[in-house]
Nanobody, 123 residues
């Protein structure tokens, strides 16, 4: 069983930056692909970014490409999402997820989820 715990969310001004983290409970997470999803009030959960087990390959939603960066440190069992040039429309609860399916953008393919961390971007 993989347990994921997100941290680092908060309130930031538009144009600012924030880095959120996802710590896993087991070292075997280093063999999983990891992803970030987000869900804004009244909207469906949407894919943000994914990274393969080694960190050598990444994928991003078009809406965040160029200003979000996903990375991982397998020695620390942790995945990060660096968010730059934040916009009010980036406001959402951000969820970390793990899967054996490489680069899936579909939430249904992720069996393990964190509890989420709130990111609020003020205009």
């Amino acid at each position: 069983q993989v347990q994921l715990v997100e941290s680092g969310g908060g309130l930031v001004q538009a144009g600012g930056s924030l880095r959120i983290s996802c710590a896993a409970s087991v070292r075997t997470v280093s063999t999983y692909s990891m992803a970030w999803f987000r869900q804004a009030p009244g909207k469906e959960r949407e894919f943000v970014a994914a990274i393969n087990w080694s960190g050598g390959s990444t994928r991003y939603a078009d809406s965040v490409k160029g200003h979000f960066t996903i990375s991982r440190d397998n020695a620390k069992n942790t995945v990060y999402l660096q968010m730059n040039s934040l916009k009010p429309e980036d406001t959402a609860v951000y969820y970390c997820a793990a899967t054996k399916v490489v680069f899936s953008t579909t939430p249904e393919n992720y069996p393990y989820w964190g509890q989420g961390t709130q990111v609020t971007v003020a205009s």
